[in-house]
């Protein structure tokens, strides 16, 4: 059975989401990736085009308590909850000269968080 993940256990009462996460003062290292699925509308008059992408970051928050017992012994990581985004530290990453972007809209949101053993943090998005 799985064990129940609260919030305010994981997340100390100190913990700051405006912060990135620091170890040791050094600074915080995001691995980005970016699955380009289509391009589509491509419109050479206003040098603009519609890309399906998606896109991953991974970094880690040693500010996190993480009980022994959270993750699944087989993978070592469990999905969390969307509403995790808005107390958790994450990226601001953006697409330099990008006019517009959008995330899919579907019958649930398309946004993916997973919280691993050792305090990884992998976030997807479409």
């Keep these: 059975a799985e064990v129940l993940l609260n919030m305010d256990d994981v997340f100390p009462k100190e913990y700051d989401n405006l912060h990135p996460p620091k170890t ?5 290292v995001v691995s980005f990736h970016v699955w380009v699925l289509s391009i589509d509308s491509i419109d050479e008059g206003s040098m603009t085009y519609t890309a399906d992408i998606f896109m ?3 970094w880690k928050d040693d500010r996190l308590n993480i009980p022994d017992d959270a993750t699944d012994n087989k993978t070592n990581y469990r999905l969390l909850p969307l509403s995790w985004l808005e107390k958790m530290w994450r990226p601001d990453s953006f697409f330099k000269n990008a006019k517009q972007v959008t995330f899919q809209e579907m019958t649930i ?5 997973w919280l691993y053993s050792d305090k990884r943090i992998l976030y997807m998005v479409k």
């Design 24 to 28: 040791n003062g050094n600074p915080t």
């Design 56 to 58: 991953s970051q991974i």
């Design 109 to 113: 949101p398309n946004h993916y968080i």
